[in-house]
Structure formats: C-alpha cells, structure tokens
C-alpha cells in the first residue's frame, strides 16, 4: 500500500471512529421532524407528512440498528456508510475500464 | 437539509427529478472518467468522508442541529461534477439504507447538498484563488457552498404551503413558508453549519496537499 492509501485510510478510520460525537446533539435538523414533532408545534399533521410512507423501507432508519445501543449502532453505520462507498467506487472503476 | 418523504409536493419533486436525471447522467460519466488508480484512494475516501461527516451533528441555538457535507472538498480537487456524483451517491446510501432524507425527493436533495453545493464551492475557489490568502479561499468556498445549498432548501421547503391545502385550510406538505424557512434554514447555515464546513474544508485540504507533497517527491525517484 501506498504511503497516500495508508493516510487516507487512517483518515477515514479516525472519521468513523468519532463518529458518536454526533450523537451530542440532542435535537433534529430545522425541518427534518416527525410527524409527532409537527404536531406538538402547530397542533396538526400536514396531511401528505402524515400519509405518505417511503417508496423502500429503510434498513437501519436514523442510524439506529434495534437492540443494540447508540454507540455501537454509529459506528457500525458510519463503517457501513463507508464500506457502501467503497463497493460502488470499486464497481465504477471497473466498469470505466471495461468501456474505455 | 435532508428533506424527507411527504414533505414536499410532487410538483417540486417531479421537476427537480425531471432536471436532476440528466445531471446525474452527465456527472456519472465525468466520475467515470476520473476514476483511475491514483485518484481512486481519494476519490472514494473523500465521498466516505462525505457520508461520515454529515453523522457529526452540531447542535445549535434553538434545539436543532446539523452538520458539515463535504462538498468543497473533492470539488476543488475533482471538479463540480465529479463532486455533485460523489454527493449524490452519497445521499442516496443515506435514503435508502437509512432512511436520511426521502427517496422520492431524492432530486431536490441531489441538486441542492450535490450540484448547487459543489458548484458554488468550486466557482468561489476558482473566482478568488490566487487573489486571497490560500485557507481563506479554502474556507469560503465550503461556506459558500453548503450556504447555497441551504438556500434551495429553504425555498423548496417554504414554497410548500403554496402547493397545497386541505379542506380546513391547513397545508398539506410541509407548513412554514419562506418568512420561516429562509431564516431557519439558511441563517443557521450562514452563521454555523457554514463556518463547519468552511473549517472542514480547509483541514482537510491543507492535510491532502501535506501528504501528497510529502510522496510526490518519493514517488517521481521510484
């Protein structure tokens, strides 16, 4: 490995492992609530919030995996987050090889 | 500036896809062809940084919080194009396995935190290298970046109660106008999400340059 792949490659680990400093912030992003947030701030639910569902059910919505804790739940998502990243440069690097 | 499912009408969405489809085309291609084995290591760091960083919440004044994207970054290093893909690809791994931001919206996410982000950013580099001090221009261009990405938010958002309202009068997406989403979400970003970026832009440039000057030299002698 390069001595660039190996920075890069600490880089990214350090990212992902300070990743549960994000979990400080206690509140969501400005416009980014759920239906019962909205309702509690203007006494109703805008009927499309209220009904429209997502076209795929997320696999782990909001970063959280069911059973286990906080901590674990980011880092194992960040990895994931980067790791998905990762594959589908991959794949796209082969397949520009592949045309050209 | 996620903006989830149901929160805007689909004649926002609709047309956003309808502008966002060839963009992406264009931009895939241009990632395509940047791709190669030096870039690579970057390129697919940079886009993971991208992912990780927008997971750094920072909670602000007023309850709510937010985060860096990333954006300047592999703009000033890879162009607008290659940027906006590498964005995109990013925010759409974090619709659809995680549920951060909309799919069917995916568009307008696309085109703000991607396209509009990665192409102010890179234009404000271009613009003012050279002219001012070099962290300067490195933090303006992040600012300026994620701030231009607010502000179509903040319209596609606040144009909602325009589009729709039920039989009691109430909005049926989402329900502040531009009076409210307009300060909300771009004043937060001009006074804080913004410096982040700006501060995250300049960091992790002036660590990219560190290491590639400290091979390059190596390298060329190998």
């Known amino acids: ?100 | 500036m996620h903006i989830p499912d149901g929160f805007i009408s689909p004649a926002t969405y609709l047309p956003a896809t309808v502008i966002a489809i060839p963009l992406l085309m264009v931009a895939f291609k241009k990632t395509k062809e940047a791709i190669n084995d030096e870039s690579f290591a970057f390129l697919s760091s940079l886009t993971a940084f991208s992912f990780v960083v927008m997971m750094f919440n920072i909670p602000i004044p007023g309850g709510t919080s937010g985060h860096a994207i990333g954006a300047a970054i592999l703009a000033i290093l890879f162009g607008p194009w290659v940027a906006a893909f590498c964005l995109s690809l990013t925010l759409f791994i974090q619709a659809l396995v995680f549920g951060d931001g909309g799919l069917s919206v995916f568009a307008v996410n696309s085109l703000a935190m991607g396209f509009v982000a990665s192409f102010t950013a890179f234009y404000v580099h271009k613009l003012f290298k050279n002219r001012v001090n070099h962290s300067i221009v490195l933090f303006l261009a992040g600012w300026s970046g994620i701030v231009a990405a607010s502000v179509v938010v903040a319209v596609a958002l606040g144009i909602q109660p325009l589009l729709g309202v039920d039989a009691a009068g109430h909005p049926i997406y989402f329900p502040f106008d531009l009076s409210v989403t307009l300060p909300a979400v771009v004043g937060s970003h001009l006074l804080f999400f913004g410096v982040v970026e700006g501060f995250a832009t300049m960091l992790v440039l002036k660590f990219i340059e560190k290491i590639t000057n400290q091979n390059s030299n190596k390298e060329v002698l190998v």
């Open chain 1, 1 to 100: 490995m390069s001595q660039n792949k190996k920075y890069l490659l600490a880089f990214i680990l350090i990212t992902i492992i300070l990743t549960p400093l994000g979990l400080i912030a206690q509140g969501p992003a400005w416009g980014e609530w759920s239906a019962e947030e909205i309702n509690t701030m203007i006494g109703y639910v805008p009927q499309s919030i209220e009904n429209t569902k997502p076209l795929i059910e997320a696999l782990i919505p909001d970063y959280e995996i069911s059973g286990l804790n906080a901590l674990a739940s980011t880092w194992i998502s960040a990895a994931i987050g980067a790791a998905l990243v990762f594959m589908i440069m991959i794949g796209i690097k082969k397949t520009g090889k592949r045309v050209s």
